[in-house]
């Protein structure tokens, strides 16, 4: 499909969706209108205050606290589920001992987990990266693992045949295969790292995206809980499209999608 029409059918989606949003808030069509608007604000009051907040000094602050946590909970997370994803993968006794032990902790419930954080880390910074860690770790550490454990048992055989050792393998077979199966965890990775922060933040914070959605929350103001959002948005977009370009560079190799997907 040309890009210029998917960007137009993405554009048509969204302009949809606040059409519907503004009839339902505007008219008595599905009710009461202040009623509505008390749930639901209108798109043209939320976009307004979007746009008031990107254009004061005041949620740039917030963005730097969410985008530090963030940030550190990604790329902890990312590099403790690669480093142990590869190690699980090669060591099938290792595996074996903590599968249970490994399924177990992704299996608990993270909100659970934050005011324990509070607890141990304070409410500070790293409260807020231990749980997006929990989020991103388990993403990437179980794609990573498949992702190693899915390397062709000929291509193997073929380059031990061919002389390689350990290191060789790891660098022209396992690596490869895992590169695939790892950035696509890392795009989903990157929304949950920022849900751990915002999370964290909305349970026991001073500063912050979440602190703002939540001090918005607290005296009703709906607009700002949906401007929030749109913010929260726009800031998930910006990272993806920066692992986006990272993985191009990485993955240059990767032949391009088959030409039957287009028209």
């Known amino acids: 499909m040309k890009r210029i029409r998917l960007l137009a059918l993405q554009v048509l989606v969204m302009l949809v969706f606040l059409a519907v949003w503004h009839v339902a808030t505007t008219t008595s069509l599905f009710g009461d209108v202040k009623t509505s608007q008390f749930f639901f604000s209108t798109p043209v009051a939320v976009l307004a205050r979007t746009f008031k907040e990107l254009t004061g000094p005041d949620i740039y602050w ?7 946590e963030t940030v550190l909970a990604f790329v902890i997370g990312s590099a403790a589920g690669i480093l142990f994803g590869f190690a699980f993968a090669r060591n099938a006794l290792l595996s074996a001992v ?10 608990l419930p993270r909100v659970v987990l934050a005011p324990i954080f509070a607890l141990w880390f304070g409410l500070g910074i790293w409260s807020k990266v231990a749980l997006g860690f929990t989020l991103v770790f388990f993403i990437v550490f179980f794609n990573v693992y498949q992702g190693v454990r899915e390397v062709s048992p000929t291509i193997l055989a ?11 393998l790891f660098k022209h077979v396992y690596w490869p295969s895992a590169l695939t199966w790892m950035f696509s965890s890392l795009h989903t990775s990157v929304g949950f790292a920022l849900v751990g922060a915002v999370v964290g933040e909305y349970l026991g914070s001073s500063a912050g995206l979440g602190y ?3 001090e918005a929350e607290s005296v009703f103001d709906v607009t700002g809980v949906f401007s929030g959002m749109v913010i929260l948005t726009i800031f998930v977009i910006a990272i993806d499209t920066l692992v986006t370009l990272v993985e191009r560079r990485l993955l240059v190799w990767r032949p391009a999608q088959s030409a039957t997907t287009t028209t």
């Open 62 to 68: 917030h963005l730097g606290i969410t985008l530090t």
């Open 98 to 107: 903590f599968d249970p032990y490994i399924k177990a902790a992704n299996a």
């Open 158 to 168: 073929n380059a031990r045949m061919l002389g390689m050792n350990e290191r060789q």
């Open 212 to 214: 703002k959605i939540h």
